[in-house]
């Protein structure tokens, strides 16, 4: 087989790792979901999870792809024969569906940073109907001060970007790239944080982000936070897998999946803190008690207005990087999704490497036309019957979270049942020498063989119970 590339070291590895993890997730969806869900009962019920079943389920995952040295497919079907490799395939799936939505949400980001940063967004006077046309009519060509106002052309672009430095290689493409933008992502992200932080009203933002109301603890916390959890780390589908293969036998994967757990933790947390703050500003200002943080419209209408609130010059600064750090943590996430299915076809077919990125990231693009369109342009998209009248983008992205929980599940059945726990710990033995004597290996072996599958099995299953009839009309 030709030479598939490695990262350079260590910090190459968990950059890029991080980078994946770091994404749309943490900044747009975990301060909705916190807010939603009662503020810090919701982030002790994630630190629960992450501890409890995504790390060892991390260290399992990379584990497994470092050992094969292969592709998610080629990983399972190496290991555990033909008939598990079907579960790499289906992991492969889901993330092609993955990234077929995500790049329509990055492209209204990337849409946003140039019309915040270049054109005349903050002078608009309802950014509500703003955004709403502006998800709409995906083919407008209308354009205001030269910036188009198509988002077809945005995603476009968005998915050229990814892949071209997917197309790079390894070292040269993706390692790079995380490089330069993570660090970046954690400088702009600190720099707003301390600033929302003197704004007016900013303490209120804070009290509601932090102060636990343990009223709010229901079931559904739990399941939005596993699934949440899983989401946040690109577990569950075989993103980490590919990445372990490209890493080389003499790093630490338990030590680096702590970091990588931690670093993409921590950005979470961090864009609530930055996020609050600067809600409640704007409630002081507009001297109302509540603004609507839900879904969407919290980046992409609530936070354009707090921009605009601080007059066009400083709006356009502050906005601007604040869409900036957005698609940098998107393009982190989309080479490495967009990685997954290359490398299986690079590994599996022997295609050559640049080929098949650009035809990988085209089909992509056109499975993720649909979602584009479901935000109103195509009603019969935007109102599904058979989904509680929701819109074709949630529809998949739904379906996506509940396959990365089930993906994780089995992936457990695999270590335990097929692979062999011990040759698991053989692999992180690798590079970890301590490992076979330490309490770290107890709670790994325990975790992946009884608690990850249980857990991860009867609450995947609830939550399809509770996506598709309401867990309340069930039990
Ligand atoms: N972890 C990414 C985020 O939080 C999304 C992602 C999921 C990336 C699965 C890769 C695989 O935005």
């Not at 050229?160 to 790079?176: C, L, N, P, S, W």
């Amino acid at each position: 087989m030709a030479n598939r590339g490695y990262f350079s070291g260590r910090i190459g590895f968990i950059l890029a790792a991080a980078g994946s993890a770091v994404g749309l997730g943490n900044i747009w969806k975990f301060p909705y979901l916190a807010g939603q869900n009662g503020g810090a009962v919701f982030l002790f019920i994630y630190l629960l999870c992450i501890f409890l079943l995504c790390y060892p389920v991390m260290v399992g995952e990379i584990a497994i792809g470092r050992r094969a040295g292969l592709d998610a497919y080629g990983s399972y079907q190496k290991l555990g024969g033909k008939k598990w490799g079907y579960l790499g395939l289906f992991g492969i799936m889901v993330g092609i569906f993955i990234l077929s939505f995500y790049n329509v949400v990055a492209g209204w980001a990337f849409g946003y940073f140039l019309h915040i940063s270049f054109g005349d967004l903050l002078q608009e006077d309802n950014m509500g109907s703003f955004f709403g046309l502006f998800v709409n009519d995906i083919l407008d060509l209308s354009s205001t001060k030269g910036l188009a106002n198509s988002n077809f052309l945005f995603s476009l672009i968005f998915m050229a970007m990814t892949a071209f430095i997917v197309a790079r290689g390894i070292q040269k493409g993706i390692e790079v790239a995380n490089r330069i933008m993570m660090p970046a992502l954690y400088v702009i992200l600190i720099g707003i944080i301390i600033y929302s932080l003197t704004l007016p009203n900013a303490m209120a933002g804070v009290r509601f982000y932090l102060v636990p109301d343990f009223g709010e603890l229901k079931i559904q916390t739990v399941f939005e936070g596993l699934k949440q959890a899983f989401f946040s780390l690109s577990l569950g589908m075989g993103t980490l897998m590919t990445y372990g293969s490209y890493l080389k036998k003499n790093e630490n994967i338990a030590s680096s999946a702590a970091v990588i757990s931690i670093a993409d933790t921590s950005v979470a947390f961090l864009a609530g803190l930055m996020v609050f703050p600067l809600v409640h500003f704007l409630q002081f200002k507009l001297q109302v008690t509540e603004v609507a943080t839900a879904g969407p419209p919290l980046i992409f209408i609530v936070l354009p207005q707090i921009f605009q609130e601080m007059g066009v010059a400083l709006g356009r600064v502050v906005g601007g990087l604040f869409f900036l750090l957005v698609c940098f943590a998107a393009l982190t996430s989309t080479i490495s999704l967009l990685e997954v299915p290359v490398a299986y076809l690079v590994d599996q077919m022997n295609m050559e490497r640049k080929k098949v990125v650009w035809g990988i990231a085209l089909l992509i693009f056109v499975v993720g036309l649909p979602s584009m369109m479901s935000q109103g342009m195509v009603p019969f998209l935007n109102k599904l019957t058979f989904y509680k009248g929701q819109d074709f983008l949630v529809f998949v992205s739904d379906m996506c979270d509940i396959s990365l929980t089930v993906g994780g599940c089995l992936m457990c059945v695999f270590i335990t049942y097929q692979w062999r726990i011990h040759n698991m710990n053989e692999e992180l033995e690798e590079g970890n020498e301590g490992y076979n004597r330490s309490f770290l290996k107890k709670y790994l072996n325990f975790t992946i063989q009884y608690v990850c599958p249980l857990l991860l099995g009867i609450l995947s299953i609830l939550i399809i119970i509770d996506k598709f009839f309401g867990i309340e009309n069930v039990f």
